[in-house]
Nanobody, 119 residues
Framework: QVQVVDSGGGEVQTGDSLRLSCTFS????????MGWFRQAPGKEREFVAR????????YYADSVKGRFTLSRDNAKYTVYLQMNSLKPEDTAVYYC????????????WGQGTQVTVSS
């Protein structure tokens, strides 16, 4: 099994920054990619970004490209999502998830962390 714990959310003003953290443990060898998703009230969950564990390559949704940056700490099995120039439309619950190299699916999810951006 894999445990995923995400944290770092909060309430900020437009233009501010936040850094989310995601730590995974257990069967860590299953990791292929670590992804971030978000869900705003009344909306579907959407993909935000992902980082490939093997080479740190990243991919971002157009809505966050240039504002959000992913990084990782191999030794701590931790991924960071640096969010800059935050906008009210970034308000959502953010979820970290592990994509398994065996299934190709995001099988393990964090509990979510709330990000609220006020204008």
């Amino acid at each position: 099994q894999v445990q995923v714990v995400d944290s770092g959310g909060g309430e900020v003003q437009t233009g501010d920054s936040l850094r989310l953290s995601c730590t995974f443990s257990g069967r860590t060898f299953t990791v292929w990619n670590m992804g971030w998703f978000r869900q705003a009230p009344g909306k579907e969950r959407e993909f935000v970004a992902r980082i490939r564990w093997s080479d740190s390559s990243t991919y971002y949704a157009d809505s966050v490209k240039g504002r959000f940056t992913l990084s990782r700490d191999n030794a701590k099995y931790t991924v960071y999502l640096q969010m800059n120039s935050l906008k009210p439309e970034d308000t959502a619950v953010y979820y970290c998830a592990l994509q398994s190299r065996y299934t190709g699916s995001y099988d393990y999810w964090g509990q979510g962390t709330q990000v609220t951006v006020s204008s």
